[in-house]
């Protein structure tokens, strides 16, 4: 019924670029807050970025200042805009989506997107 579905991984050098956004479809009522985590091998799944429907943003202090998180509400997309890449990001990211109900709130995930940088 909700389906989230990735995209824009990939490898890149170190202090490169890369975007990914992750797109939420089905059935929804409204979403509330959108975000993107990320795991390595052998590692406990960290929060990178989390964005409200007000806008409002969180980040890890492994990112901030380097990552920007956004939203386009219209289209129920979640972007990640990834900067200055290190080898330390290198990692599954997985997107996460709150869908909200009358009732109830559900989390959903994306299939995750793997994001290598080289030295």
């Known amino acids: 019924q909700v389906q989230l579905v990735e995209s824009g991984g990939g490898l890149v050098q170190a202090g490169g670029s890369l975007r990914l956004a992750c797109a939420t479809s089905?059935?929804?009522?409204?979403?509330?807050?959108m975000g993107w985590y990320r795991q390595a091998p052998g590692k406990q799944r960290e929060l990178v970025a989390t964005?409200?429907?007000?806008?409002?943003?969180i980040y890890a202090d492994s990112v901030k200042g380097r990552f920007t998180i956004s939203r386009d509400n219209a289209k129920n997309t979640v972007y990640l805009q990834m900067n200055s890449l290190k080898p330390e990001d290198t990692a599954v990211y997985y997107c996460?989506?709150?869908?909200?109900?009358?009732?109830?709130?559900?989390?959903?995930w994306g299939q995750g997107t793997q994001v290598t940088v080289s030295s």
């Open positions: 089905g059935r929804i009522f409204s979403i509330s807050t």
């Open positions: 996460n989506t709150n869908v909200r109900y009358r009732w109830s709130n559900m989390d959903y």
């Open positions: 964005i409200t429907s007000g806008n409002v943003t």
